[in-house]
Every structure is written in structure tokens, then in C-alpha cells.
């Protein structure tokens, strides 16, 4: 094996890749061994000089995979998520009671930590209560996963392979780059595979045992910068402002990049919007990130401790939501006596029905996904990962959450499952946005390391809850034979040297103060005395509104001349004009969903016959079971109609109406599942102005010749629902109020009044940065 020792910084990556096209061009198949952040950077610099052909780049996990499938001795694999419900059967079993998620979580990552340096259960000690209860579990965990095998199996079981192969690897040459260490048994498997072709190993430092077969010395080739900034955003938007100066004077954005610690990297995306950086986000995500994620999380969280935000998941809960942030409340007991107040109980008490898990734990789950989840929000249904991979993920992590829970527990187990469950999707091209676990192994041509204060970078070095230091052997000890090496090893200082040589520039960014106080800056890190620090020069300003103006933005106000409007825009335009005028003027590109479509071809046809029935059969063939089975009824209406009261007066549009005799018909067409009792029927239509006013006009206009108006709620693929038993015969007292409310809107739209009206509403408004008056 050629180990290559050298510090970072030194240009081990690029000595390897210069070995690498010469094996290549020698028509040698070379296989590029690193962690999976480092895959695209090694292909561009690997082809920067032109194609190259016979390279591979593998994760260590992969080259398992390899060796072990060339084999045939490949078993069923157990993921991240398996063995956390296996160890939390594990821990049920032993002591016949429910452990929770945080607990399995934390035997799950002992025994992943003695697997990966080669022990098994046998190897445990039992000298306290603690050490005898993790042998325990880990026996227990080995027999529940029976034949199939966890990542760790894996490599144990490669490099019992590796120690007796005979026939050479795919591959002709391995080049392993990219690690700040390796461990035991790695190091075992790459040198049982030399006899067989060639390994190239590149570290830092040589193992415990090992010598170099060649070392490079360091290259100071990183001019280094370090500035202060008074807090964290004034720094993140020099850093944005550099970052756009950057690009305007032609640096490629792949040559680029930001490193922050893992916790500031949202706030710092929500912040890059205003400056319009293309950044590429490579920091990983779990099912839980996603935007229906998110959502799915906050329904199973809700009914054990409901809070403003998970109940602004549910828009039935809007104004409860609210009024829970306007006073500062949470918990079920207060959400509780607060709906009662707000008389939103019967809501708030049938979505605490709908998410208590009956006995059918995977039936309840599955429904939630198809009927509940789309219910609320379509738009949040077409992410990255599209829905049917979202609702594929989840149901598997259902399935595993209910080998071991029930009930409520059951919630807490698919939640702990979701936000361990990694879903990986390529970034689109921008400057890099790493965490020091991405940036290892890849180098840029400027760099922007922020954050260099005491406890942003470290590699968490703690002592563990089950075996303590004095029961650890040294590293050297690990490498001669195998056992758990202590956990204080001092790898910090190797972090930050890697740190400080990311880049050919370096510039090293920190804040002096935030919110909780004055921060520590690392002087390992920065590498010089805190007191000859600089603060940030001056550097164009990157965003709008940091550009100078003489007077704060307003938005004219001044009476508008608004055309016709619709009884619902209408209702839109009363609780604020401004945002319903804004709106108005936003062109909504997103694709409508299949039911709106077939809805949009209904009302083009006005009315059906067998011929058009057909037609939209054919083009829609998820409804066109519904469309026979209503054919008839579909059949007599009439699509698309408008009522109003004259010419100039705010107009009713119908879905659908039909009539017989002095009885007249209005439909209203919702979402599949959106609409499932009566009770849901005419709460979605008191929400409306539409049908309602609609019902008023038809009864005070055509008194006599129309005695009943009965109005229905359809949900496409179901059966229409009759919102008011016995219909409406007369003008109904909350119709007349309704009728004086129109008036007086109408009367304010004639005018073109546009004065927005601040207030809870504004929290979701999509212009309150163009209004200016709202309240968030």
C-alpha cells in the first residue's frame, strides 16, 4: 500500500490526480475512494485538463458493496432508520416497556461506534449497570436483525473477505483521498487488497503503526484575510456583499465557496435571497425538511403539544392559530379553553379526532398521506421530492414505527423516524455553501470561512454514556488490536489547519458580539492575536435596500379604477384592498392540479352530452369512473353560470346550477377528500359569499316561481353532500347580513379604495414588503 502522508493544504489531491490520468491513460481502471460531498469537485478536476476514461468515484460504503456483490455474499441491508426501530424493539423486549425514540437513538449510535471498530456484543464489558444494560441491547439488536446485514456488518464482512481473496477487484488501481483519518478496520481492508493491485492512501497523519511511503511538505500557498464584524448579520451581509462582487468581476461560481457551522445555515440562505446569490446548498436533508415533511411533522406533533405554528398547518385552525400568537399561549389544556372562547371548539376538537390513531395504525397512516395531507395544502405537494416518493418514504418509515408503538407512541416514533430519514437531491450550480464536514477534501480558489468564534467548529469530542475514558484504549492500542479508542484525541487543531487551507484566498470572517453577548473568538483559528484584527472594509452595497434613498419606500395609494369582480374576490378585497390588488397583478405559474383542470373543461362546455363526457374520459382517466357513475346528473347541469343582481353590480360564479320546478340547484366542486359530511359542507360554504348570496337572489328576485335554493358541496371523485338540510326557503338572517356586507364592500371597490388593512393576515401575505403596513 503507497501511503501518502502530508499535511492539509499540501496538494496530496492534486499529486493523486495527476497519478490518476497517467493510470488512465494507461487504460487502467482506477477506482476514487471519498466521502460523497467530494464526488463532484474530484470529476471536475479530474477532467479540467480534458476527458478522462476508466475513473470511477465510490464512497467506502460503495467500494463494500462491490467487493462484497463480486462475491455473491450479499445480504438484505438494514438502514439508519431499521436500526433504530430494531434497537428500539431491542430495548422493549428486554424491559417490557416503550422506550422512547431519544433513548434508542442512544444505544443505536453505541453499538454503530463498537461495530465500526470490530466488536460485538461478547466484547462488553459489564463492570457498572450501564455497560451490562448496552451488551444486552446489542446481543438483543443482533438476533432481531437475524440474517441481514447494517452498514457496519458490511464492512466487517469485506474485510473478512478482503483477508482471504484470490481474484483481483474490478478495479486496477485504488486512490483513497479525501479523509482527515481512517480507521482500523478500513486500513486492514485497503491492505489486505493491495496483494491483489495497487492502493494509494493520502492522510494528514500516518495511522498509529504505519510509515509513509512518501510525504509532501506543506505548501503556504493560502493568502489568509481575517476581519470582525459587531454581530452575525452584519457579517453575513459582507460576506454576501463580497460574494456578489466576486461574481461581478467574473470568478465562476464553482470556485467559490462559504463555510458556516451547520446551525446558521438556514438563517443565512433566508438572508442570501436579498442579495440574489446563487448559492448551493450541500448541506444534507432529512424527509423532514421538506416542505410536505414539515407539514406531516407538525400534524403528528399537534395533538401532545399543540403551538401557534403546528396549528398554522391546518387552515380550519387559522384564527385559532393566531389568536394563540397574539396571546402567547401553547399546550393542549390552554389551545383547548382558548377555542372554547373563540367558540372554534367543534374544529379544533374534530382535527384531535382525526389525529388519534386507532387500532390500525398503518391503515390511519396511509390516509393521513392521501386524504388529510393534500387536503391542506396542494401546493406543498410538488417539492423536490415529488409526492410519490415522499408518500413512499413515509409509509416505510410507518411501517418500521409500528413493529414497536401504538397509539400516540406511534406518532412520536414515525415523527423520530422522519427526521432520521436522509434524502439526497442534487443542489442546483452555485457558490458552495459547506459546513466543515462538506468542505474536507475540496479546495476552492476564494473562501469564505465565517463564524470563527469558540464552540462553531469542533469535531465533538465528549466522553460516551455507556463506557467511559478509563475503560478506552489509546488509538495506538486500536490499530494493534481492536477495541474502542478514547474519545479526547485533541482533532481540533487538526480541523482548523485543514479549515484555514480550503482555498487559495482564505478570508476569515467573525462576529464580536450577538443576541445572549460577547462571543469567544477562536484564536486557533484565526491564527493571530485577536487584537491586530481589522474590522470589515467597505464593499459596495449588494442588495436594494442597502442603496441610499432620500425618503422610505410608499406605495401610491391614491383611488384606483378596479374592473368587474366576482362575489369571492370581493370577499377577498374586504379583508384587505391592497393585498387583493397586488394579487391580482401576480401571474401564478405553478401547475393547477388535475381536478382544477377537469373542473376549468366543465365550465367550457356550459353542458354536457354523451360525446363531451367521452372526451373528457379519455383525458382524464383518474375520473372517469366518477364521470359514468354521474353521468346523468352531470348531465342536466349547467356549468358556469353568473348571477348579479345588474350590470354593475359584483356577480355570482356558480360551478354548476340546475333547476326543477320552483327548486333551484347550486353546486360547488372541491378537491378529492375536501369534503367528507355534512358538517364540513356548510362549514365550507359559510366561509363563502358566493353560493349564499347567490341562494338570497334567486329567492328576493324570483319570489314565488323559486321556493327552495339547495346548495351542495362536490368533491370530485365523491358524492355531492347537501350543505343545509331542507334547503334554503327563505332569506336567512346571516344571508341579509351577508347582503349588507357586500353593499358596503362593493361600495368602497367602487370608489377604488386601496388602504390595506394591517393585521394578523399580513403574517402570510405575499406583498406586505410592497405594502409596507403590515404587521409581522
Avoid at 461506534?113 to 439488536?141: C, H, P, Q, S
Avoid at 462538506?438 to 480558489?445: E, V
Avoid at 465528549?462 to 490499530?479: A, H, M, N, V, W
Wanted: glycine letters at 6%; aromatic letters at 10%; proline letters at 5%.
Amino acid at each position: 500500500m503507497h501511503l501518502l502522508i502530508a499535511p492539509p493544504g499540501s496538494g496530496k489531491t492534486s499529486y493523486l490526480l495527476e497519478k490518476t490520468r497517467a493510470f488512465a491513460k494507461d487504460g487502467k481502471r482506477i477506482w476514487w475512494v471519498g466521502l460523497p460531498s467530494q464526488r463532484s469537485y474530484v470529476y471536475r478536476k479530474l477532467t479540467e485538463t480534458g476527458a478522462v476514461l476508466g475513473v470511477e468515484f465510490l464512497s467506502s460504503q460503495q467500494v463494500y458493496y462491490r467487493l462484497l456483490a463480486h462475491a455473491l455474499r450479499l445480504k438484505p441491508l438494514v438502514v439508519g432508520t431499521g436500526r433504530l426501530a430494531m434497537v428500539g424493539e431491542a430495548l422493549m423486549q428486554l424491559r417490557n416497556e416503550l422506550p422512547s425514540p431519544g433513548e434508542a437513538r442512544l444505544f443505536a449510535q453505541a453499538i454503530a461506534e463498537a461495530k465500526r471498530f470490530g466488536l460485538d456484543f461478547t466484547n462488553i464489558g459489564a463492570k457498572d449497570e450501564e455497560m451490562e444494560r448496552l451488551g444486552k441491547v446489542f446481543a438483543r439488536y443482533e438476533q432481531i436483525k437475524g440474517e441481514a446485514w447494517d452498514y457496519d456488518d458490511f464492512r466487517i464482512e469485506t474485510l473478512k473477505h478482503a483477508q482471504r481473496m484470490t481474484h483481483k477487484p474490478e478495479a486496477d488501481v485504488i486512490m483513497v483521498d479525501g479523509f482527515r483519518e481512517i480507521g482500523p478496520l478500513e486500513l486492514r481492508i485497503y491492505k489486505a487488497i493491495e496483494k491483489l493491485c495497487e492502493v494509494y492512501v493520502s492522510l494528514p497523519e500516518a495511522p498509529p503503526g504505519e510509515e509513509a511511503s512518501q510525504t509532501l511538505g506543506f505548501l503556504a500557498t493560502s493568502k489568509q484575510s481575517v476581519f470582525k464584524a459587531s454581530n452575525p448579520v452584519s457579517e453575513a451581509r459582507w460576506v454576501l456583499r463580497s460574494v456578489k462582487r466576486d461574481l461581478a468581476s467574473g470568478m465562476n461560481k464553482l470556485d467559490l465557496a462559504i463555510i458556516l457551522p451547520e446551525r446558521e445555515v438556514k438563517a443565512f440562505l433566508a438572508l442570501a435571497d436579498e442579495y440574489g446569490v446563487p448559492l448551493m446548498d450541500e448541506t444534507p436533508k432529512a424527509l423532514a425538511d421538506t416542505l410536505a415533511g414539515r407539514l406531516l411533522l407538525d400534524l403528528l406533533e399537534l395533538p401532545d403539544y399543540p403551538t401557534a405554528s403546528r396549528l398554522l398547518a391546518i387552515p380550519d385552525l387559522m384564527h385559532l392559530a393566531n389568536a394563540a400568537l397574539a396571546r402567547g399561549v401553547a399546550g393542549l389544556e390552554a389551545i383547548t379553553v382558548l377555542a372554547e372562547t373563540l367558540e372554534l371548539q367543534e374544529s379544533w376538537r374534530k382535527w384531535l379526532g382525526l389525529l388519534e390513531v386507532p387500532e390500525d395504525e398503518l391503515k390511519w397512516a396511509e390516509q393521513l398521506l392521501e386524504t388529510s395531507l393534500p387536503e391542506l395544502r396542494y401546493d406543498l405537494l410538488d417539492d423536490k421530492l415529488k409526492w410519490e416518493q415522499f408518500k413512499k418514504h413515509a409509509m416505510q418509515r410507518a411501517k418500521e414505527a409500528s413493529t414497536l408503538a401504538k397509539g400516540q407512541h406511534f406518532r412520536k416514533w414515525w415523527s423520530a423516524l422522519l427526521q432520521e430519514t436522509f434524502v439526497f437531491d442534487s443542489p442546483r450550480g452555485g457558490v458552495a455553501l459547506l459546513t466543515n464536514k462538506l468542505a474536507s477534501g475540496r479546495r476552492f480558489k476564494k473562501v469564505y470561512l465565517m463564524h470563527a468564534v469558540e464552540g462553531a467548529y469542533s469535531v465533538n469530542e465528549g466522553e460516551d454514556y455507556f463506557i467511559p475514558e478509563e475503560e478506552r484504549q489509546s488509538l495506538e492500542k486500536t490499530f494493534e488490536r481492536l477495541g474502542l479508542p478514547k474519545r479526547y484525541l485533541g482533532r481540533d487543531e487538526g480541523l482548523y489547519k485543514e479549515l484555514r487551507t480550503r482555498g487559495d484566498e482564505v478570508i476569515i470572517t467573525y462576529s464580536e458580539a450577538n443576541q445572549g453577548g460577547p462571543l469567544e473568538v477562536n484564536i486557533d483559528l484565526i491564527g493571530m492575536n485577536p487584537k491586530t484584527v481589522r474590522y470589515m472594509p467597505e464593499v459596495a452595497a449588494g442588495s436594494r435596500l442597502e442603496l441610499e434613498t432620500r425618503e422610505a419606500y410608499r406605495a401610491d395609494l391614491r383611488p384606483l379604477f378596479l374592473n368587474k369582480i366576482s362575489l369571492q374576490k370581493l370577499m377577498r378585497y374586504d379583508e384587505c384592498a391592497f393585498r387583493y390588488w397586488a394579487e391580482e397583478h401576480q401571474h401564478d405559474t405553478s401547475d393547477k392540479p388535475w381536478w382544477l383542470n377537469l373542473l376549468d373543461g366543465l365550465r367550457d362546455y356550459k353542458k354536457l352530452n354523451p360525446a363531451r363526457l367521452e372526451v373528457l374520459k379519455a383525458e382524464y382517466p383518474e375520473a372517469a369512473g366518477w364521470l359514468s357513475d354521474h353521468a346523468e346528473k352531470l348531465m342536466s347541469l349547467n356549468f358556469g353560470e353568473t348571477l348579479s343582481a345588474d350590470a354593475d353590480s359584483p356577480f355570482a360564479f356558480l360551478d354548476a346550477a340546475g333547476r326543477r320546478g320552483s327548486e333551484v340547484h347550486f353546486y360547488r366542486f372541491v378537491a378529492p377528500g375536501r369534503v367528507k359530511e355534512q358538517t364540513d359542507a356548510a362549514k365550507y360554504i359559510d366561509n363563502r359569499w358566493n353560493e349564499l348570496w347567490a341562494a338570497g337572489h334567486m329567492l328576493e328576485r324570483f319570489a314565488g316561481r323559486i321556493t327552495k335554493v339547495s346548495v351542495w358541496v362536490w368533491s370530485v371523485l365523491a358524492q355531492p353532500i347537501e350543505a343545509y338540510d331542507g334547503g334554503i326557503t327563505y332569506v336567512w338572517r346571516r344571508i341579509a347580513n351577508r347582503q349588507d356586507k357586500i353593499a358596503q364592500a362593493f361600495s368602497r371597490f367602487k370608489r377604488g379604495n386601496l388602504q390595506p388593512s394591517p393585521g394578523f393576515r399580513c403574517r402570510e401575505c405575499t406583498v406586505s414588503d410592497i405594502c409596507r403596513q403590515g404587521q409581522r
